[in-house]
């Protein structure tokens, strides 16, 4: 069960986002976006604000979280969930997300429609 923390909702703490392997075998063979703008809405939300992607941005030399680098592959990760809103920010749910309260996102929490 999920509770409600601002703009945010409070939900248990996913697991690591799995290997280069598993996305390659269960990823859809069509791209997550139609354009960039779709797909700085959504990782912008998510990516972003996301700790399995803290090394990938910033300027920082990791190796950032492997479904996003499926996604820039034109690959739809199958831990991406459709969700059926219409904001852009919420097509999919990521399966894997995780705050980072380095960009100010509470710890625990995920994003959730505007709307609710």
């Known amino acids: 069960m999920s509770e409600l923390h601002g703009d945010w909702r409070v939900t248990p703490e996913p697991q690591a986002p ?9 990823a859809a063979d069509t791209p997550p976006f139609s354009n960039s703008t779709e797909g700085d809405a959504w990782t912008g939300r998510w990516c972003d604000t996301c700790k399995h992607d803290r090394t990938g941005r910033g300027g920082k030399h990791g190796p950032g979280c492997p479904l996003l680098l499926y996604a820039y592959l034109g690959k739809t ?40």
Do not use: F, M, N
């Open 18 to 26: 799995p290997s280069y392997e598993h996305i390659e075998r269960t």
């Open 77 to 116: 990760p199958a831990e991406w969930k459709p969700t059926g809103e219409g904001e852009l920010s919420l097509r999919y749910d990521c399966k894997h997300y995780l705050a980072d309260p380095e960009t100010g996102v509470a710890e625990g929490t995920r994003p959730r429609s505007r709307q609710c």
